[in-house]
C-alpha cells in the first residue's frame, strides 16, 4: 500500500504543486542612484521603506541561469531623512527606546532565510525586519531563481534552489565579510530543503533552524519509501548536518503535520549525539502563524531562539567548503552597481557604456515599474 501509493501521484504533478510563486510578485526592485532599492507591493501599490534602526541593502545576483534578488538587513540606523516623513513609510510599531536598547546589543550573526512555497521577498520582508530587531542579528532573504522578479522567466527546480542558497552563502562571506561560523540557515516549509542541503556541506555553520519543516516533499501525500523520485528528502539528509539544528514546528499545524518534525528528529537522534539538536513544539500554533510566536521573541521560545542564535560553528573550511564557495561564488562586478555577474560578461569601463548596457533588457528585467 505505501510503495503503490507513488504510482498513484504523477511525479510531474508533485513538481508542479511544490513550485508556486505569486503571480505577480509582492515586490519590486528598481536601480537608482547606482543601487537596487526594495518596494513591497500592498494592495497594488509600491511603497516606499525606512526603518531607524537598520539599513536596508538590496542586490541582485545573476546569470544566464541564476536569478536572486536579496535583501540584507544590518547595523544600526538612527539618522532620520525626508523620506522618514513620507506618509506612505512602513515603521516598526514597537517603540523606539526600546528597539534601540536591543540593536545597541547586536552581533556579527547574519541568519540567511529560505522561504516557504507560495511566498517571495514581499511577504519575508516585514519578518527580516522583525527578526533582525528582535533578535539582534543581521538578516539575509532572498527569492529563488523563478520566483519574484524572476517569475515566468526563469526554471524553477529542487536542484536550482540548492544552487540559489549556496550562491547567497558564497556571496554572504566573499562581498559581506561574513564568516562561515557566523551564518545560520533559516529554512520554512519548503525553504527547510535548500536549507538542510546546504548544511550537509558546510560543516562549519553556526546552525540551522528548520521551521515547520517537510520530511520530504511525498511524505505531504504519505509515508513510504519513494525512492529517487521524492524531493527534498530532509529525513535522509540530517543526519548529515554537523552543525547546531533547532526544529520549530506548531502542534495545530494542518499544512506540514508536525510529525514531519518528528521524524526528522528521530532520524537525526538515530545517527548522531543528541547535544546538537533541539525539537521546540509550540502550542497552539499552525503553519503560518507560527511566524508571530516567534517574532515576539517572548516566554520559553523566545529565550531559546535567542540562546540557539549565539551559538558559533566550527569556523574552519575544509578544502571541499572553499572549493564550493568559489565555485557558487559570482565574482564579476559591474562597477557602481550592486549586481554581480558571471566572468562571461565583459566589464564596462566607462559610463558611458554602462548608460548603453542600462538600455538593453539586462538591467530592464531587474527594474520593476
Keep these: 500500500m505505501k510503495k503503490s501509493l507513488s504510482a498513484l501521484i504523477p511525479n510531474s504533478f508533485i513538481k508542479k504543486y511544490s513550485f508556486r510563486p505569486p503571480e505577480p510578485a509582492k515586490y519590486a526592485f528598481e536601480f537608482r542612484d547606482k543601487k537596487y532599492h526594495f518596494f513591497p507591493i500592498i494592495n497594488g501599490q509600491r511603497k516606499q521603506i525606512f526603518n531607524y534602526y537598520l539599513q536596508i541593502d538590496s542586490y541582485v545576483l545573476k546569470n544566464d541561469k541564476i536569478c536572486v534578488p536579496i535583501i540584507h538587513f544590518s547595523g544600526l540606523q538612527n539618522t532620520k531623512t525626508e523620506v522618514s516623513l513620507s506618509k506612505e513609510c512602513l515603521f516598526s510599531s514597537k517603540s ?65 534552489t540548492y544552487d540559489d542558497l549556496q550562491s547567497v552563502v558564497s556571496f554572504a562571506i566573499n562581498k559581506l565579510n561574513y564568516s562561515l561560523n557566523q551564518i545560520i540557515l533559516w529554512g520554512f516549509s519548503l525553504g527547510s530543503g535548500p536549507a538542510t542541503e546546504i548544511a550537509t556541506r558546510f560543516g562549519g555553520l553556526a546552525g540551522l533552524i528548520l521551521q515547520a519543516p517537510i520530511a520530504s516533499i511525498y511524505s505531504w501525500f504519505g509515508e513510504g519509501d519513494y525512492g529517487n523520485q521524492d524531493m527534498y528528502v530532509n529525513h535522509k539528509k540530517i543526519k548529515n548536518v554537523q552543525s547546531n539544528i533547532l526544529i520549530i514546528h506548531g502542534d495545530q499545524d494542518k499544512i506540514v503535520g508536525h510529525q514531519h518534525s518528528e521524524k526528522l528528529y528521530n532520524n537525526y537522534m538515530q545517527h548522531n549525539d543528541g547535544g546538537k539538536i533541539q525539537f521546540i513544539l509550540v502550542k497552539d500554533a499552525g503553519h503560518n502563524d507560527l511566524q508571530f510566536y516567534i517574532e515576539r521573541g517572548e516566554d520559553d521560545l523566545g529565550a531559546q531562539i535567542h540562546n540557539f542564535l549565539r551559538k558559533k560553528g566550527g569556523g574552519a573550511f575544509s578544502e571541499m567548503e572553499n572549493k564550493l564557495l568559489n565555485q557558487s561564488y559570482l565574482k564579476e562586478h559591474i562597477p557602481g552597481q550592486n549586481i554581480y555577474q558571471c566572468n562571461s560578461l565583459r566589464k564596462y569601463s566607462s559610463s558611458q557604456e554602462l548608460q548603453i548596457k542600462k538600455a538593453h533588457s539586462f538591467f530592464s528585467f531587474c527594474t520593476c515599474d
Design 96 to 160: 523606539f527606546q526600546c528597539d534601540f536598547e536591543k540593536l545597541t546589543q547586536r552581533n556579527r550573526t547574519l541568519v540567511i532565510f529560505s522561504h516557504a512555497n507560495a511566498s517571495d521577498l514581499g511577504d519575508v520582508y516585514f519578518f527580516g525586519e522583525k527578526i533582525s530587531i528582535e533578535y539582534g542579528v543581521d538578516f539575509i532573504a532572498y527569492d529563488y531563481t523563478g520566483y519574484g522578479i524572476g517569475v515566468g522567466q526563469y526554471k524553477v527546480s529542487e536542484q536550482q
